[in-house]
């Protein structure tokens, strides 16, 4: 088991609300993403980040904002929930200088907006 | 899917009997890697195979790549129950740029007991 862990595991919340999904790793790694997956199935990476202070935008275009204050914790945050942001949202960390190396998955925050 | 492609989409077989799924990915790679993902949750790594391997085990599994043809193979052997899953490939491109890994579509294996 990975050492990351990612809370809530299922959220399900109102139109407009402002919601923060976090996602903390003990395995020192300086690297870390998030992940979007829809029940197709296929992962779109949406934010990474290379350390504390540095967050990137993704491959996906996200209305999601992160943060990088400490190494370990790498919280996403909308600003106000829509029904098209229901999905599962997935947490990552990979070693810095071994990025294309294994990458360790959270559990998964299930995001139903109604 | 711009990321790569696994097929068969879903596979459903008997316990005991062999399952197959293929990867197909468009762009010159350092290395490829099989995750699997258990019904609700994350993504767990099973085996990496660098550019420059064309084949490796680890217990039931048997990874094969084919640069040339841009593809790989995952074998799991003696399949049991709890190989039930989602397989998903992921490729480390070249040049590396952000040095992110690119996922594909995933197939689904379901393996009755």
């Known amino acids: 088991e990975a050492d990351i862990y990612q809370t809530p595991r299922y959220l399900v919340i109102g139109t407009g609300k402002k919601i923060t999904l976090e996602c903390s790793q003990t395995?020192?790694?300086?690297?870390m993403y998030w992940y979007q997956q829809d029940p197709g199935m296929e992962l779109h990476l949406i934010h990474y980040?290379?350390?504390?202070?540095?967050?990137e935008k993704g491959d996906l275009s996200s209305e999601s904002t992160v943060s990088r204050i400490r190494t370990e914790h790498f919280p996403l945050t909308l600003e106000s929930a829509r029904p098209s942001h229901t999905s599962q949202y997935l947490c990552?960390?990979?070693?810095?200088?071994?990025?294309?190396?294994?990458?360790?998955f959270g559990p998964g925050t299930r995001l139903l907006v109604l | 899917s711009q990321q790569g492609e696994e097929d068969p989409q879903a596979l459903s077989i008997q316990e005991g009997e062999n399952a197959t799924m293929n990867c197909s990915y468009k762009t010159s790679i350092n290395n490829l890697q099989w995750y699997r993902q258990n019904s609700g949750r994350g993504l767990v790594h099973l085996i990496l195979?660098?550019?420059?391997?064309r084949e490796k085990h680890s217990g039931r599994l048997r990874v094969t790549l084919d640069t040339s043809k841009k593809s790989s193979s995952l074998l799991i052997t003696a399949s049991r129950a709890a190989d039930t899953a989602s397989y998903f490939c992921?490729?480390?491109?070249?040049?590396?740029?952000?040095?992110?890994?690119?996922f594909g579509t995933g197939t689904r294996l379901t393996v009755i007991p």
């Open positions: 395995m020192g790694h300086d690297k």
């Open positions: 195979i660098r550019s420059n391997e």
């Open positions: 980040s290379y350390g504390v202070n540095s967050t």
């Open positions: 992921a490729t480390g491109r070249i040049p590396t740029g952000a040095n992110n890994l690119f």
């Open positions: 990552a960390s990979s070693e810095l200088n071994r990025p294309q190396e294994t990458q360790y």
